[in-house]
């Protein structure tokens, strides 16, 4: 078991410091997560009301406020894909969507969404920041955990969401024996014999060690620090690319690391250019040491392979440039707490003046009492008998007087309205999100919605930075997929072989890039509702190419198969359709091409006998022209014939107009 002295006293320094930096900011967070968790009273005011006897009324009115963010995140949640960068390239492009793949499967799989949700809710609205981890568990699989406010310090000297510039991350958190061994395997014997801790000042917002060695826990601390290293880098002269060398000996020469350099000396362009380099240079590095009751049982780099934490940030208001701590990091929570606390106190007094009408000051002479007891209870029907001492003209209000209480005062009302109203607006929410009784008031639909909208822009800074801290473990899951998953398992997650580009070093740097996509449960239900999205903004240009096997196919139904039954045996009649139509044309062409050249034919009888006809037409001409001549020769006669043609028609029309004339 290594046991370096130095390197427990720095871990000790180190957390002092940043235990030191951080205290009051816990102190508060403590305070928030007991205003949500309805303990909003304070000491004082609890043991005031004990010698009192009176009973602390507790109307909380942050829960609802908080609820409605976290559901209001939950019911907008957007899934977590990887889109590429720049131009259009193929590879690039299919390397992003296997990415997306394996990304969303994991996420789903082993409640990732869900853990940023109660990440943004304990974290964003409650506690003030959270982390959210991801480790391998035994079958190398990816898995999700989330770190309270109590469970870790970051580095006081922290300016980044992304924590490229937080120096040390230490976490703290009492677990069982068994789970230690569990998770440093190597040093299970060891764990077995340390003796568990019964005194330490570390991590006091989780309890006692007495407290938790009654409940068998031991003390498991982790010490991630970011450092540098000198690695050998082999980078491509004409490309850029670049990768270490102990990378390119893998992938190219097995991991024997004299072939590479065989390889990278022999290398050259056709004119003895070199054309791959290697030299010197600074990479980031996450060592690691793991302290089980104050004890080291193991220290090395980043069992992830990983260049940067295994860890996301989800954090409140955040103002790095405060220099005090339980400022610069603030919950939604915290705004809430002061007219939480009026409204609990105003409540109490209301409540404390209407009891004192019932249990308010007597005055009693209980030697005329039968028993002195029955002056002190309250309600109706209440006796009180007297005893045969009271003498007969002694009137009954000088043994038992009522000292009437005063009524509550209105402004006590009034003031705790508008203590409500402020306790919403504190929060930067309105009273029509939280919905309204005002049943007397209509507000139109449109109205409501944009007081609704308008009062969630206002907390649009949560959103933003859940956002950040979601693009953050995007782009750490994508490296660590890199690193860890070889491509069988790659290929059992996305049933495909993972291409060229999907090992790239620069893919998270320079090509592609964490962003939200429609919430569903797999890449095939995100592809399908794309598809309807694209049928529906666009029908015409893909009404031909987005075919419904397509649809079915990608469609989250049931029975699917059934479907694509149904589908193939509609196309396949469709065909036969098509090919029956086909013949019939093809028989109705034939049919026409015939009747074409018959009527072709008759054509061209006709032409012949058009022929033939103005061939006889001089012939008929020169019989025209003989017959007239004949007729000219007698004009005599002719005129003649006229003449006695006219005479007989007017003698017609002579005698029809004297029998019209008759009576």
């Not at 720095?10 to 403590?30: G, L, M, P, S």
């Not at 290929?491 to 580009?501: F, K």
């Amino acid at each position: 078991m290594p046991n370096d002295a130095s390197t427990k006293s720095e871990f000790h320094d180190v957390y002092e410091i940043n235990d030191t930096a951080w205290k009051q900011f816990n102190f508060q967070a403590q305070l928030d997560l007991d205003y949500y968790l309805k303990a909003q009273h304070s000491h004082d005011d609890m043991k005031r009301a004990d010698r009192q006897g009176r009973i602390l009324h507790t109307i909380d009115k942050i829960s609802r406020q908080v609820n409605l963010l976290h559901g209001y995140e939950i019911r907008n949640r957007h899934i977590l894909k990887i889109g590429p960068v720049g131009g259009f390239d193929q590879q690039e492009d299919i390397a992003c969507s296997q990415h997306t793949g394996v990304t969303m499967s994991l996420m789903s799989r082993h409640g990732g969404y869900n853990i940023m949700s109660d990440a943004f809710k304990w974290g964003t609205l409650v506690q003030g920041h959270n982390l959210v981890e991801q480790w391998r568990d035994r079958n190398g699989l990816i898995q999700f955990g989330r770190l309270g406010y109590n469970q870790f310090l970051l580095d006081h000297g922290l300016t980044k969401d992304d924590l490229s510039d937080c120096g040390d991350i230490m976490t703290g958190q009492w677990i069982s024996t068994d789970k230690a061994k569990m998770l440093v395997p190597t040093r299970a014997d060891e764990i077995e014999k340390i003796l568990p801790l019964t005194h330490s000042s570390r991590w006091p917002f989780q309890g006692t060690p007495a407290m938790m060695n009654k409940a068998g826990k031991r003390l498991f601390e982790q010490w991630w620090h970011r450092t540098t290293e000198e690695v050998s880098v082999v980078r491509h002269r004409f490309t850029g690319q670049q990768m270490t060398f102990e990378k390119f000996a893998d992938d190219n020469a097995d991991g024997d690391k004299q072939l590479a350099n065989q390889f990278i000396e022999n290398f050259r362009h056709p004119n003895g250019t070199p054309m791959l380099v290697k030299f010197r240079d600074i990479k980031d590095k996450i060592a690691l040491k793991i302290f089980v009751d104050d004890k080291l049982v193991w220290e090395g780099d980043n069992p992830m392979k990983l260049r940067d934490y295994n860890y996301t940030w989800v954090h409140g208001l955040w103002c790095p440039e405060c220099p005090r701590t339980e400022l610069k990091l603030q919950s939604f929570t915290r705004g809430l707490r002061d007219p939480q606390t009026l409204t609990n106190r105003r409540i109490n007094q209301i409540m404390d003046i209407i009891e004192t009408e019932t249990q308010g000051m007597r005055i009693i002479r209980a030697k005329y009492l039968m028993n002195p007891k029955d002056g002190m209870k309250a309600g109706q029907g209440v006796a009180l008998f007297i005893n045969d001492e009271a003498p007969d003209g002694m009137n009954l209000d000088q043994i038992f007087r009522q000292i009437p209480a005063p009524d509550v005062p209105q402004s006590l009302f009034q003031a705790l309205d508008v203590i409500d109203k402020a306790e919403t607006e504190a929060g930067g929410l309105n009273q029509e999100i939280l919905g309204t009784d005002d049943r007397d008031i209509e507000v139109s639909g449109v109205l409501h919605a944009y007081r609704t909208g308008k009062a969630l822009t206002g907390q649009a800074w949560m959103f933003q930075s859940l956002l950040t801290s979601k693009r953050d473990l995007g782009r750490k899951q994508v490296q660590i997929v890199q690193l860890n998953y070889d491509p069988i398992r790659v290929r059992e997650i996305i049933n495909e072989q993972p291409v060229q580009g999907f090992y790239d070093d620069n893919l998270t740097r320079f090509d592609c890039n964490p962003t939200e996509g429609v919430d569903t449960d797999s890449q095939r239900n995100m592809f399908y509702l794309e598809l309807k999205d694209l049928l529906k903004t666009f029908p015409e240009m893909f009404a031909g190419i987005i075919t419904p096997e397509m649809l079915v196919r990608n469609a989250p139904m049931t029975f699917s198969h059934k479907m694509l039954q149904a589908i193939q045996a509609a196309s396949q009649r469709k065909k036969q359709l098509q090919q029956v139509q086909m013949q019939q044309q093809l028989i109705s062409n034939e049919l026409t091409q015939g009747l074409t050249q018959v009527q072709i034919t008759q054509a061209q009888e006709n032409i012949t006998d058009a022929q033939v006809n103005r061939s006889q037409i001089p012939l008929n001409m020169a019989k025209t022209i003989t017959e007239a001549n004949k007729n000219a020769a007698s004009p005599a006669i002719a005129l003649l014939k006229e003449m006695v043609r006219l005479e007989i028609a007017n003698q017609k029309n002579i005698q029809t107009a004297q029998n019209v004339n008759q009576p």
